[in-house]
């Protein structure tokens, strides 16, 4: 009965033999077709004008397809006026500079080489998902447009006669704009994202804004969106963080303009306590010019050490919370000889580059003064009512988690942990000893706990729970992280570059060769002769001859490199991969400058044996599982176990 009970309510939204059946027809049509592309992008970092370039052009997907099309019909120039129209319809066509050449003439040319492009890219969906990702208002027109035979006479009248209303009644603009934005949507199937959307550039907002109007994407957390989600929380640690980094990188455009977090009682505190202080230790690094919240860089370095002594003191605090970190050596401001001005670390004694601490007493140098408990209660207030930040963090975790699998890929962003003898290290936890995916999974379930926790069911409160954020950010234990130690404070105080050093997991070496990678595999569940690791966090550095592909082309390390902080270290911009029923193939990005042709160089790296169709995928599994359903249900209908109007009856037997 459970079964005829469930087939019950599937009558309700198939109330007849026909409606199951023609479903049936529709649903093993779609397992015919050929997958849609799957794009894989990682570290972010804030990059907006870039991510969202190399998202609206797929990664020059885009333009491959106006040449396929056009080849010899237009000139480079106008192919690339044509594909910079495609990635900016709005802002182009409201820009001054344009209104002379948008005529009537330049309207209805265009209109129909946007028309052959989005042919050209939707030739693989059905009629039906093109429809649906058109804007509601032209659907009908541009499928007309679409679909029309131009070979036939009529039609051909029939099609000048839907261009020239388009024309007549002024709605060209907004006919291109509509048109150019169902080919972004098309050409893009699903979008992953391996980690780090946050810190070091100008507009992580507006990334996030880009990524949740997008209509299939997921987020593989990063561990700077850990450190993030920490602040969103409220946690201290994590928000002190957060405005190092910003202050640290000149990004005062996201936090004041992006996300409305009130910083002038920090520049004011910071002025006080270091007006004569050059603060020489913590000048920002200038790479982006800030528009709405523009900072001088003696301030922005005053506020960047007073935040910082902050976080020293908020992270020893977090450190005392919870022993069971065993992160005691990484408490460093009682390691300092304030009248000798070195600090000892591992037995070593180095002299401190800055030896001005006002705000510190070396006989309890982790007392917050009142000041800095007054200043961390605003910023506090500041972040948790953010209703931006808040709704972007909300998206990590309804689109988002610590790994994903899908389609025989493995994606996370950081790594597994291993131990020097390739096993998988164990984490001791309240309920046992992780490790591998169960690791993953714990830090998944205790970060979601943390998130939505009330403050009732915790008695030691969201402050002690949300601390698991930090620990996310820069715990050597943390898949997110994977390495033994964040040496802010060496890089803030001590010259000698020995002390910067954070050595990586010994998961990178090994990642490197296929029979680990084959272990991380048969952890998840993977077959390893189709699977492949999709990997962030590692900026690769083609300069040095390093290569993203590991492992005989089973582990992609795909650190997107866009953030400019890396580009001297990498020599590019980054990786993107993409995934489509005939390959899997990496587009090398470049610099990137608006208006340029920044066309990634995109390079096949691995053919697949047959073309790959929807019924192949994790999705097409779902589609057949639901034919199933459905083909249970047309029985019952014919069998008489249920009347076509969603009545019960018994079978005679």
Known sequence: MRDLDYLKLLAKQFPTATAAGAEIINLRAICALPKGTEYFFSDLHGESDAFIYLMRSASGIVRDKIDETFGNLLPEEEQLELANLIYYPRDILSNPAH???????????????LVNI????????????????????????????????????????????????????????????????????LVVDNLHIIGDVFDRGPHADQIMEELMSFHDVDIEWGNHDAEWMGAACGNPACIASVLRIATSYNSFDVLEDGYGINLRPLSMYAEEVYGDDPCDCFQPHLLDTNVSDSVDPRLAAKMCKAISIILFKEEGALIRRHPEYKLDHRMLLDKIDYEKGTVTIDGESYPLRDTNFPTIDPKDPYKMTEKEK??????????????????????????????????????????????????????????????????????????????????????????????????????????????????????????????????????????KEERYVDRIFAEFGVDPERGHVVNGHVPVKTKRGESPIKANGKLFVIDGGISKAYHSRTGIAGYTLIFNSRHLALAEHKGFQKGSENTPEIQIVEQMKHRIHVGETDNGQELQRQIADLEELLTAYRNGDIREKGEIVQKRR
């Open 99 to 113: 209104k002379a050449k948008d005529t009537p003439e330049w309207q209805r040319i265009t209109i129909n080489r």
């Open 374 to 511: 007054e200043l961390m209660n605003t910023l506090v207030y500041s972040f948790t009512h953010s209703q931006l930040l808040q709704k972007h963090i909300r998206f990590f975790f309804t689109n988002g988690a610590m790994y994903k699998v899908v389609n025989n890929n493995i994606l996370y962003h950081g790594c597994i942990p291993m131990n020097v003898d390739g096993s998988f290290l164990q984490l001791e936890t309240a309920k046992g000893s992780v490790g591998g995916k169960a690791l993953m999974d714990y830090f998944y379930e205790r970060a979601i706990d943390a998130y939505f926790l009330n403050g009732e069911n915790d008695p030691k409160g969201k402050i002690y729970a949300t601390d698991l954020f930090w620990y996310m950010w820069c715990g050597p234990c943390s898949p997110l992280f994977g390495k033994d130690k964040m040496t802010t404070f060496e890089h803030c105080f001590i010259e000698d570059p020995d002390t910067h050093v954070e050595k990586f997991n010994i998961y990178y070496e090994f990642s």
């Open 118 to 185: 989005c042919r050209c890219v939707s030739s693989k969906y059905t009629r039906s998902k093109v429809r649906k990702k058109m804007p509601q208002q032209y659907a009908y027109a541009i499928d007309e447009l679409l679909h029309l035979d131009s070979h036939d006479e009529d039609k051909r009248g029939y099609l000048r006669g839907i261009m020239d209303a388009i024309i007549d009644i002024d709605m060209g603009d907004d006919f291109i704009v509509a048109l150019s934005e169902l080919i972004q949507n």
